[in-house]
């Protein structure tokens, strides 16, 4: 697999459990899992953002 199409695929992922952990954080009232949540949502996009990037620069 590219190195592009792993990242984008890894960001997709953290973007997806970020949205999980986020959701559970606020049913159980939980600010550190739903702050959490938040970040690991920001890394996926990070994450996906950088894949595609290196699909356009062709790594």
């Known amino acids: ?19 999980v952990k986020e959701v559970a954080g606020i049913i159980s009232e939980n600010p550190n899992l739903e702050a959490e949540g938040n970040r690991e949502k920001i890394d996926g996009n990070v994450q996906e953002k950088i894949g595609q990037i290196k699909k356009v620069l062709g790594n």
């Open 1 to 19: 697999m590219k190195s592009s199409t792993k990242d984008q695929a890894e960001g997709a992922f953290h973007k997806v459990k970020g949205t």
